[in-house]
């Protein structure tokens, strides 16, 4: 079993930047595919950001390309979404999510934090 632990939320003006860290539990971090999903208010959910177990391989979606930053501490079982540039239409709840290597869904999925950017 992984627990997910999301922090860093918040309340920032438009161009202005946040750090979002996921802690997770247990001793396969390092075997884990980790994630950042959003969700806006009546939106749907948007895979916003991914990582490979390794960190060599990372994918973004094309709206935050070049402002946001994901990266991983296997060390510190850890994953963080850097966010600059912060744009009001990246309001929405941050959920950090987490998938074996070969699977294609995520299965584990932290209670989510709030990022607000007001315009």
């Known amino acids: 079993q992984v627990q997910l632990v999301e922090s860093g939320g918040g309340l920032v003006q438009d161009g202005g930047s946040l750090r979002l860290s996921c802690a997770a539990s247990?001793?396969?971090?390092?075997?884990?595919?980790m994630g950042w999903v959003r969700q806006a208010a009546g939106k749907e959910r948007e895979s916003v950001a991914s990582?490979?177990?390794?960190?060599?391989?990372?994918y973004y979606v094309d709206s935050v390309k070049g402002r946001f930053t994901i990266s991983r501490d296997n060390a510190k079982n850890t994953v963080y979404l850097q966010m600059n540039s912060l744009k009001p239409e990246d309001t929405a709840v941050y959920y950090c999510?987490?998938?074996?290597?070969?699977?294609?869904?995520?299965?584990?999925w932290g209670q989510g934090t709030q990022v607000t950017v007001s315009s």
């Open positions: 999510a987490a998938r074996f290597r070969g699977d294609s869904e995520y299965a584990y």
């Open positions: 247990g001793r396969t971090f390092s075997m884990l595919t």
């Open positions: 990582i490979s177990f390794n960190g060599r391989n990372t």
